[in-house]
């Protein structure tokens, strides 16, 4: 049925939230700290997304190419020249942490 | 007031010296001050700045330079949180860029201010981009000018209703899934979407780099076709800029349609539709055949899936783009025991949750194991969506669809159901998939309340001189262009 998505609350009742879907798992890879109830509540939501992305299953993609973006343009390069590029500061200004023209970071090797 | 005029008016009163560039600035800043406490379009903007400017244009306008030279010389034009200007704030509504100001000037906003523009302010937007009514802003949502209860759409919610209150002559905003065309519509005013490569993204802050496009809100057709001739054009900076040359887009307003083909897709007209709006675009379309349009039933079969789609590549594209949000060269720092877990600190103090349900959608289909299953598959099916255009553009010139299901929802009525408020995207997302042109122009009211309705046409490749002209034959046959809301 075309446009089912605008009855989407009538197919959302039928649809169980991912069993696989660990938000705790993929928080961790995009490191991201959650509370709890973040956790709980985004992986209820996402679970309910998921769900409708299900829809994609339908559809015979056997002979198709992915399409990765529209424009009609492949390896655009430019010449290989040095040129002015921003100033020390410039790229400083909005460092939370820096000293010696330099951004500071967090201790990496003991 | 000098702050309610078309920039066409405004260029021909600059030209004739019947007004100055500083004092439509003074009625822009006056005019914020007097609405924007109720409208909370501007996140900041800084007023002594855009006073400099406007001098700097009158001067340049004494000394004899002309609108031909510089098209937009003395026209103030603001710009959504998410544009880099030099030494001004660029927070993409978020906390995590709440301390931040540009070391460089955006493309566009180069153009701009080479044109002769006078570029302040920071409009309100959905974080990072990411939603559809502003109510994801770090910081205050934006109301509608026409019932302040509402939301303007979003995420350019901030862009749409500064120029529907008439605080500002123009404006700029970006456009992933609809997030200028879906709030222009909402708000009552013109929001063009331009072909995916026409118009550089230097120095646009990345949400979904397939699909972000920068785009004009004005308050006519004309105005669209102004701005984008100045915004236009392949830029070194950014290598998905297309090499085709700029043609002179208001050049394309002829007034003339007769014997254009314009498809109606049928899955676009099914239940869901308010009825109102479904009124408001029949009676459009009506009118075009009018004007002389030959109208075509035409089909875009993979409609359906557009959604679901877009959610799965515009989360991916996010959560790669967004991981440079980590606390080290910028933005909000909240330190950790180590490096892991300052980034986890810094994103989760600093992202809201929109852009955290985001991240984690676009981090779990491209993670192993599913990637095949989501993200290349909705590339797959993206193949369909634009082919279904491309085949539709074999038989029609243009495609008319309604920009949304519904005029402007109330505050608060989607915010904690991210799926309903996906939903209410469904008429845009599928231009931004297929790369196409896509413009949004007022095609009526609802009656009880008064909210405005947006018709959305739907242009060929590189095909925006058809579309505006169009668009500008329709709006010129009606008036729905010149009502106002009551502030």
């Given at each position: 049925m075309?446009?089912?998505?605008?009855?989407f609350g009538d197919a959302l009742s039928t649809l169980t939230s991912m069993s696989d879907f660990n938000v705790k798992y993929v928080a961790h890879l995009a490191r991201l700290s959650l509370t709890p109830e973040e956790e709980q509540k985004f992986g209820a939501q996402l679970g309910q997304v998921l769900g409708y992305i299900e829809k994609l299953k339908e559809v015979d993609v056997s002979q198709v190419e992915p399409t990765a973006h529209a424009v009609p343009l492949v390896n655009v390069t430019r010449p290989d020249v040095v040129r002015p590029s921003l100033p020390n500061e410039d790229a400083l200004r909005n460092a939370p942490l820096k000293s010696n023209g330099l951004f500071v970071v967090p201790k990496i090797v003991e | 007031m000098l702050n309610s005029l078309t920039i066409s008016e405004l260029v021909a009163r600059l030209a004739k010296r019947e007004t100055s560039a500083r004092d439509v600035t003074q009625a822009c800043l006056d005019q914020i001050q007097r609405v924007d406490g109720n409208i909370h379009a501007f996140l900041s903007y800084d007023a002594p700045d855009a006073l400099a400017q406007a001098d700097a244009a009158d001067k340049a306008l004494a000394s004899g330079t002309s609108h031909a030279q510089r098209p937009l010389l003395g026209v103030p034009i603001a710009l959504k949180d998410v544009l880099a200007v030099r030494n001004q704030p660029l927070g993409c509504a978020s906390k995590i860029l709440a301390k931040f100001t540009s070391p460089y000037d955006a493309t566009v906003v180069e153009k701009l201010k080479a044109a002769g523009a006078i570029v302040f302010g920071r409009l309100n937007m959905d974080e990072f981009a990411m939603g559809s009514s502003t109510e994801n802003s770090a910081f205050v949502t934006t109301r509608n000018p026409w019932d302040t209860a509402r939301i303007p759409g979003g995420s350019s919610g901030g862009s749409a209703a500064a120029v529907a209150a008439d605080e500002c002559l123009a404006t700029l905003g970006s456009d992933t899934g609809g997030s200028i065309r879906q709030p222009a519509a909402l708000c009552g005013c013109v929001g063009l979407k331009p072909t995916y490569g026409r118009v550089s993204r230097y120095g646009l802050v990345a949400f979904a780099s397939s699909l972000d496009q920068i785009g004009p809100f004005t308050k006519d057709i004309r105005d669209a076709a102004t701005i984008l001739n100045v915004i236009s054009g392949r830029d070194e900076r950014d290598s998905t800029s297309v090499p085709e040359p700029v043609p002179d887009y208001t050049a394309?307003?002829?007034?003339?349609?007769?014997?254009?083909?314009?498809?109606?897709?049928?899955?676009?007209?099914i239940g869901g539709l308010d009825k109102e709006v479904t009124d408001a675009v029949n009676a459009a379309v009506k009118q075009l055949e009018k004007l002389g349009a030959e109208i075509v039933e035409i089909s875009l079969p993979h409609t359906d899936y557009a959604v679901a789609v877009y959610y799965i590549i515009a989360t991916a594209e996010a959560s790669a783009n967004l991981a440079r949000f980590d606390g080290i060269r910028y933005g909000l720092r909240v330190d950790g025991a180590d490096p892991i877990e300052l980034y986890s600190k810094t994103r989760g103090a600093g992202f809201g949750p929109?852009?955290?349900?985001?991240?984690?959608?676009?981090?779990?289909?491209?993670?192993?194991?599913?990637?095949?299953?989501?993200?290349?598959?909705?590339?797959?099916?993206?193949?369909?969506?634009?082919?279904?255009?491309?085949?539709?553009?074999?038989?029609?010139?243009?495609?008319?669809?309604?920009?949304?299901?519904?005029?402007?929802?109330?505050?608060?009525?989607?915010?904690?159901?991210?799926?309903?408020?996906?939903?209410?995207?469904?008429?845009?997302?599928s231009c931004n998939l297929a790369g196409i042109p896509g413009v949004s122009l007022p095609c009526g009211f609802s009656t009880n309340p008064k909210l405005p309705i947006?018709?959305?046409?739907?242009?060929?490749?590189?095909?925006?001189?058809?579309?505006?002209?169009?668009a500008h034959a329709y709006e010129q046959s009606t008036a729905w262009h010149k009502e106002r809301p009551k502030l």
């Open positions: 075309p446009f089912s998505a605008l009855h | 394309a307003l002829t007034g003339n349609i007769k014997g254009l083909k314009i498809g109606l897709p049928k899955e676009y007209f929109e852009v955290k349900r985001r991240i984690i959608l676009g981090t779990y289909v491209l993670s192993s194991g599913y990637y095949d299953a989501y993200y290349l598959r909705a590339q797959k099916v993206r193949t369909l969506i634009r082919q279904d255009f491309l085949k539709a553009f074999e038989k029609v010139d243009l495609v008319v669809t309604p920009t949304t299901p519904t005029p402007a929802f109330k505050a608060g009525e989607k915010s904690d159901d991210p799926m309903q408020m996906y939903l209410s995207d469904i008429f845009t997302i947006g018709l959305q046409l739907l242009g060929k490749p590189f095909g925006e001189e058809t579309l505006l002209r169009a």
